[in-house]
Every structure is written in structure tokens, then in C-alpha cells.
């Protein structure tokens, strides 16, 4: 899955990011249209969202705090990548300034706090903190299965360093319980389950071979003493 | 383009056809011989084309001067409408304007300054607006203009350079190998239009980065090669700031693989020419020298590699005990990432101006970026502790390991993921500056099997060309 440049991105959208439409006010729609069908049909396009931004960044007065939260949370399915840190950057810091806008700053806070535990792979404390606060199912009301995704890019990332796992764990970091998290590791994951340990395919980065890196060695690199010595003798 | 002109850019389309930069003339011409009130214009209007000409040289040389840092507001003004007076009349007259430039270093230098003075306004209008009760007739000038040295017309005139020029589509042409002046088009060919265009783009790079957009800072570089060859390496100032600001994007995008090959790539680039470059041209870079030091160790403190000998050694001289610490890493290294960070980082601006009714709610953004690049810090800070017990072993219990380092074993098994994951990163390979295949950048890799993790680690073995060629010098000298 691309979140940088997703093959779902139409033309129109295309000719906004590589043109000098991206500062034209008026993209402001066409755009936030679109992460409107991102957020509906599960994909993401963080080229296209940090154009928004940009928008966004240059005329304040367009700003819509929901589509800002709701690229925010779409930059967090994307995780580990730096997608979520990236859109940051493009956010105003004066947005960020408490008493400005009473529920913005309080909103962001609360979904970096999130990146930062995602990031971190504390996956247990991730599902305890979004179920900590009613605040958390308003911002992500407006992604389809953003839990889904989430279990998803985890399983994947479990993948790439786990042989074997206990499910107790895994369901910690599923943050299901025991019919749900059974249901998604067999049938989504497609794992093997064996006296409560979960069995992983093996897969090129959970194999952890030995490897020699070894110097590469040409003639090329030889050439400035060859010539060297041709030119002091003759 | 419709869009860039919303702020009131101070550009006019060309179809307006107007004589704006005729009346600039004349007006500049009044201001130099003074012409005492109420004496007509019929006398300025009679001015020969030979005065006009000597004037608008003149008025390119200027372009290129340094303003005074202290200067002041008035004169910070002035120097942002000579900038749109001069611009718009290279790129709206009558077709391109028969100039040469002044020297070879002069595209470099207006484009440089013009930057320079917009980024050293913005940071000026901050810190006026946060000092509530103080400059009150500055703050009052500020306020009523606030489309002055604005971001838009900024940007604008970059942007219009780069097309006026057909830049793009001459480097193409170049990359393929053919005839850049077949596609350079009647300004293009002109070496004024041609050396601006090029060296606007650097100059978007600059300016993107400084709003916080690296991933766009980036892409701006598409159409250039970076290579000896390019045309910004005979320019040593514009060759040194275009990889300060790639590497800079770099690590902000959390590359550091590439952000180090970049800045050692400079770095290594100024020690060897440093004898040849005995001039003031070399007096400027000193500053963003130390500064790309700084980001190396940061750099290096994320992704440890073996770095350029040279490099190596002047990194250990100037910041010895920053390193340390930061390869250390924990929550001691947090305030030393933090100092480098402020010394290094280019003075980011806001794109908008401040609010000048609120103090309080004006941020400086170079807080802003850098507490965001904590976050990723933080998230890592472990990683040097849990790498150095992992070599240790070939297989190792998580519960003992996590015994040895006095944590919670859930706790390190967030660790092990964190640096399992930031072991894979997209690294360049060729084609544009964003692109690049996810290699595994570490030498040590590990895989768990329950609680128990298996760890190899990749045996370079030793290199012995550049040692030979080293010593084989030393006996021939």
C-alpha cells in the first residue's frame, strides 16, 4: 500500500500537486473532497493531504479544523512511516497555541499522543488510551475502519520481527479479546494458531540470516597510483 | 498562476500592459538627483537610453549587496519594493530585457539576498509581534502591511523566474543529452534569465524547507543532477547551502542514511578545496560548516555508520561530547539533541504574518519544528542501549535482557520493534532525490521467537583498499 503517491489518485488531483495550482485558494475544495474519499474507501494519500496543508498553511482563513484532525488520523494508519511527522511540521504552530481555538489544540494533543505510542510500538497502551476518552471516537468517526487498519499495519510489523508469538500478547496488541483477536489472526492474518502460541510464515525479514558485507574492490579505485607511477617513470 | 497573485503580489501580469516599469525608472532617477518640487518630469523623460541602461546596472549590482542586518524598518521596506521593481521589470517587459549580469556570481547572490532578506523579515515581524508594549509605531507599520515581504509574492517570483526561464525543460534536455538552447525559448537563451531561473530553484528548495515542507524541498530538485558537473558546483556558496538543505530535508524525513551522505559529501568537498578558497566566499560557509557537524552527529546518533575519515576526525574536535552523549542515547541525550537542533536548524518562519493582538499565541516556529523532531527522538532513545546488548549475544532471553536493563519486559519489546522497524529505511539509489529502495541500514538484525531473540550480525569484513592507497602514497612522498 503506497500512502505517499496511491494509485487512486485521479488526474485532476495529480495536476494540483505537481502544478502552481497547489497555491491556488480555490484547490482548497477539490482537495479536501478527496481525503473525503479517502477517508471513505480506505486509502491514503499524504502527497495530496500535505498539499492541503499547505493551503491551509498559507490562508488561514480556509482552515477546517475536522479535515485537519481527520489527515491527521489518516497519517496515523501510515505508521511507522514519518507521514504523521511530516504533516505536523505543515500545521501553523499559532493553531496549536492553547486559548486559540479551544478544541483544536486539545484535538491535535491528543492524536500525537497516539502517533507517539504507535510509533513507539507500545501497541497495549495505544488501544488503552483510545478507549480512554469519548474524544477519541469523534476523531476518528470519519475513517472507515480506521481500528482495521491499524490491527493491520500492526500484524504487519509483528511480522517482519516475530517468528513466534503469544497470542496473549498479540491480543494485547490487537487489543481484542478472544473470539475477535482468534478470528482476525486466522482468517485476516492468515496465521497459525498452536497451544496458545501464534505461528508467524517465515518471511524475509524475520529470518535474521548472517550475511558477510565484504569490500568491493575494482580497478578503477587503483587508477590515480597506476597513472601515478606510469607518469614518474616515463 | 491565478492563485499566486491573491496576497496583492506586487507583480503584474503581462497583459496589463502598463509603463510601471518606466514610472519605476523615473522614480528612482527623482529620488537620486533630488528634483526639487513642483519641477516637471518632461526632463526625466528625456533621459537617454545610455542613462537608462547605466541605471538599471546599477540597480543589478545593488540587487546582489548585502543589506545591513540593523537596517532599519524603512529601509527593509524600500529594499522589498526595489526587489519587485527590479523583478518585474526583468520578467514583464516586452519581451526579455537585454542585460548581462553583472559577474558570474551575481544570479546567486540576488537570489540569495532576496531570500536571505525575506527570511530575516519574517523572523524581525515575530519577534516585534511577541514583544506586546514595546515598538508600538513598528508594530503599527507592520500590521498595516502585511502583504509586504509576503510569502505569496515570494514564491511568486521564484516560480516565474523558473518558467520565464524554461529551466526545467533545459536541464531535461540536458539530463538526455541534448541541446539545452532547443528548448530554452527567447529568454532562456539569454544567460540572465538562465542563471536566475537555475538558481531559483535552489531557492525554492531553501524556501519550502524553511515553511517546514521537506518532502516538497525535495521535489523541487527533481529536474537537477547533483554531481560536480552541475551548474550550482562553480558557485562554491550555492553548492554549499543546496546540500545543507537536502540533507536537512532528509533528516527531517527521518532519511539519515541520506542526510549523512549528503552532508559528508560537502563536508569532505570543502576540507579538500579549503586551501583555494581563501576568500570571503569561504568567510560565509564557516557557519553552516560547524552547523552540517552538528546534523551529522544528530544523524549519526539515529543511523551509527563509519563516516569519511576527515569527517570523522573534525566531528570528534568540534563536538566530541555532544556525541558521546548522543550515542548513548537516553533521556540525558535529550538536551543535547535539543542544543544541536537550535544551533544547526535554519531559522524557520511562519508563512502568515503574526497576531499582533496576541503575543502569547505567537509561536516561534523553530519551536514548533523542534518539538515535533523530539517526538522521533524520543521514540529512539533506547535503541543505542538495547543495540549495544544485542551484540553480546547470538540468542538471548527477552525476560534476562530485560533484567540486565532494569525495564519491564513489555517495555523492551517495544524497544526491539522501534529499532527493528528503523533498521529498514528508503534509501537513494538514483532518479529523484524522493525516491529510493528500503534497505536494511544496520548491521545488526534480529528476529523473536517467543521471548527468545535470535540476533546475527553482518560481518563486514576489512577494507583494506583505501588503507593500501593511503600508505602507498604516504611512500611515494
Redesign the interface.
Known amino acids: 500500500m503506497d500512502s505517499e503517491d496511491p494509485q487512486e489518485r485521479p488526474e485532476e488531483i495529480t495536476s494540483i500537486i505537481n502544478g502552481?495550482?497547489r497555491?491556488?485558494?480555490?484547490?482548497v475544495g477539490n482537495l479536501e473532497e478527496y481525503l473525503r474519499h479517502q477517508c471513505e474507501h480506505r486509502y491514503t494519500d499524504s502527497?495530496a493531504n500535505?498539499t492541503l496543508l499547505?493551503l491551509y498553511?498559507?490562508?488561514?482563513d480556509r482552515v477546517k479544523d475536522e479535515v485537519i484532525t481527520n489527515i491527521l488520523v489518516k497519517a496515523l494508519t501510515c505508521f511507522?512511516s514519518?507521514q504523521f511527522?511530516?504533516a505536523?511540521?505543515?500545521i501553523?504552530?499559532?493553531i496549536?497555541?492553547p486559548?486559540?481555538r479551544a478544541e483544536l489544540p486539545e484535538a491535535i494533543a491528543k492524536l500525537?499522543e497516539l502517533?507517539?505510542q504507535l510509533?513507539?510500538?507500545?501497541y497495549?497502551r495505544f488501544w488503552a488510551t483510545l478507549d480512554s476518552d469519548d474524544l477519541y471516537a469523534d476523531l476518528t468517526t470519519d475513517i472507515e475502519g480506521f481500528e482495521e487498519l491499524i490491527r493491520i499495519r500492526i500484524a504487519t510489523?509483528?511480522s517482519?520481527?516475530?517468528?513466534?508469538?503469544?497470542m496473549s500478547?498479540l491480543e494485547q496488541w490487537l487489543g481484542m479479546d478472544d473470539a475477535d483477536a482468534m478470528k482476525f489472526v486466522t482468517e485476516t492474518a492468515g496465521w497459525k494458531v498452536e497451544n496458545g502460541?501464534v505461528k508467524i510464515p517465515r518471511n524475509p525479514?524475520?529470518?535474521?540470516?548472517?550475511?558477510?558485507?565484504?569490500?568491493d574492490?575494482n580497478v578503477d579505485?587503483?587508477s590515480?597510483?597506476v597513472r601515478?607511477a606510469w607518469e614518474e617513470t616515463a | 498562476m491565478s492563485g499566486l497573485r491573491n496576497g496583492s503580489a506586487p507583480m503584474r501580469s503581462i497583459e496589463d500592459d502598463s509603463d510601471v516599469e518606466e514610472e519605476a525608472l523615473v522614480a528612482d532617477y527623482k529620488e537620486q538627483v533630488q528634483y526639487e518640487d513642483g519641477e516637471d518630469l518632461d526632463q526625466v523623460n528625456s533621459m537617454t537610453m545610455a542613462q537608462q541602461t547605466d541605471d538599471i546596472q546599477s540597480r543589478l549590482v545593488a540587487a546582489a549587496q548585502p543589506l545591513d542586518f540593523s537596517a532599519p524598518l524603512e529601509v527593509k521596506f524600500q529594499s522589498y519594493d526595489a526587489y519587485c521593481n527590479l523583478f518585474h521589470f526583468i520578467l514583464n517587459s516586452e519581451g526579455p530585457v537585454d542585460l548581462e549580469p553583472p559577474s558570474h556570481y551575481w544570479a546567486w547572490d540576488v537570489i540569495d539576498e532576496f531570500i536571505y532578506q525575506f527570511n530575516s523579515f519574517s523572523s524581525y515581524r515575530l519577534r516585534i509581534a511577541r514583544q506586546a508594549r514595546e515598538n508600538e509605531e513598528e508594530r503599527q507599520i507592520l500590521r498595516e502591511n502585511p502583504n509586504t515581504w509576503g510569502c505569496y509574492s515570494v514564491l511568486n517570483v521564484l516560480y516565474s523566474l523558473i518558467q520565464r526561464s524554461q529551466i526545467l525543460e533545459q536541464l531535461n534536455a540536458m539530463k538526455r543529452n541534448e541541446d539545452p538552447a532547443a528548448v530554452a525559448g527567447p529568454y532562456g537563451s539569454k544567460t540572465l534569465y538562465k542563471m536566475l531561473g537555475y538558481f531559483s530553484i535552489i531557492g525554492l528548495l531553501r524556501v519550502h524547507c524553511l515553511l517546514g515542507d521537506f518532502s516538497l524541498a525535495l521535489k523541487t530538485l527533481d529536474d537537477m543532477e547533483l554531481n560536480k558537473k552541475a551548474m550550482f558546483a562553480r558557485v562554491m556558496a550555492a553548492h554549499f547551502t543546496t546540500y545543507y538543505y537536502v540533507g536537512f530535508s532528509y533528516m527531517m524525513m527521518h532519511r539519515y542514511a541520506d542526510a549523512i551522505r549528503m552532508f559528508s559529501h560537502i563536508l569532505v568537498y570543502v576540507s579538500r578545496t579549503k586551501n583555494f578558497q581563501k576568500n570571503a566566499q569561504y568567510d560565509s560557509i564557516t557557519k553552516k560548516n560547524d552547523q552540517m557537524y552538528a546534523l551529522i552527529a544528530i544523524c549519526v546518533a539515529f543511523h551509527p555508520t563509519r563516516l569519511d575519515d576527515t569527517i570523522h576526525t573534525a566531528l570528534r574536535e568540534k563536538y566530541g561530547d555532544q556525541l558521546l552523549k548522543l550515542q548513548r542515547g537516553g533521556p540525558e541525550s535529550l538536551p543535547i539533541f535539543e542544543e544541536l537542533f537550535k544551533v544547526a536548524c535554519p531559522k524557520f518562519i511562519s508563512p502568515t504574518p503574526p497576531d499582533f493582538d496576541n503575543p502569547e499565541a505567537n509561536v516561534d516556529p523553530v519551536d514548533h519544528h523542534l518539538s515535533v523532531f523530539m517526538d522521533e527522538v524520543k521514540t529512539n532513545m533506547f535503541s543505542p542501549t538495547v543495540k549495544s546488548y544485542l551484540r553480546l549475544y547470538t540468542t538471548m532471553d527477552l525476560k534476562k535482557l530485560a533484567g540486565f536493563l532494569e525495564v519491564q519486559p513489555e517495555a523492551l519489546r517495544s524497544y526491539l520493534l522501534v529499532n527493528k522497524q528503523r533498521t529498514k529505511q528508503l534509501r537513494w539509489t538514483d532518479n529523484g532525490l524522493l525516491d529510493g529502495e528500503w534497505v536494511n541500514v544496520s548491521d545488526l538484525d534480529y528476529a523473536m521467537q517467543g521471548d527468545l531473540i535470535h540476533i546475527s550480525e553482518a560481518k563486514v569484513g576489512r577494507k583494506l583498499v583505501d588503507w593500501y592507497l593511503r600508505n602507498l602514497s604516504r611512500t611515494y612522498n
Open positions: 502552481l495550482e497555491y491556488n485558494p480555490e484547490a502527497n500535505r499547505k498553511q498559507l490562508n488561514p511507522p514519518p511527522s511530516l505536523m511540521h505543515l501553523p504552530p499559532s496549536l497555541a486559548n486559540s500525537r502517533s507517539n510509533q513507539g510500538s507500545q497495549a510489523l509483528i517482519h520481527a516475530y517468528r513466534e508469538i503469544e500478547i502460541i525479514e524475520n529470518e535474521a540470516k548472517k550475511s558477510e558485507v565484504r569490500e574492490v579505485m587503483f590515480r597510483v601515478r
